[in-house]
Nanobody, 122 residues
């Protein structure tokens, strides 16, 4: 089992940047695929980005492609989401998630963090 703690959220103006971090407990972080998801008020949780256990494969939602970058540091048990050119529609609670190796573009992640709020003002 792995525990996930997100950080780095906050309030930013449109066009600004934020970097989210997700720290994972346990010794097996490097064996997990990792994903970022978000949920805006009144909307379902949606996929944002994912990275394979070895960092070789990444995937992004069309809405963030070219603006967001997912990365991981297995030595630090941490996954990151660099968010640039933020827009008000990016406002949401952002969640980090982990799963065993396999397809990374899926909602079926086994472990979830508590989330961090990102608010983008216009």
């Amino acid at each position: 089992q792995v525990q996930l703690v997100e950080s780095g959220g906050g309030l930013v103006q449109a066009g600004g940047s934020l970097r989210l971090s997700c720290a994972a407990s346990g010794r097996t972080f490097s064996s997990y695929d990792m994903g970022w998801f978000r949920q805006a008020p009144g909307r379902e949780r949606e996929f944002v980005a994912a990275i394979s256990w070895n960092g070789i494969s990444t995937a992004y939602a069309d809405s963030v492609k070219g603006r967001f970058t997912i990365s991981r540091d297995n030595a630090k048990n941490t996954v990151y989401l660099q968010m640039n050119s933020l827009a008000p529609e990016d406002t949401a609670v952002y969640y980090c998630a982990a799963k065993n190796r396999g397809v990374i573009v899926t909602m079926r992640y086994a472990y979830w963090g508590q989330g961090t709020q990102v608010t983008v003002s216009s």
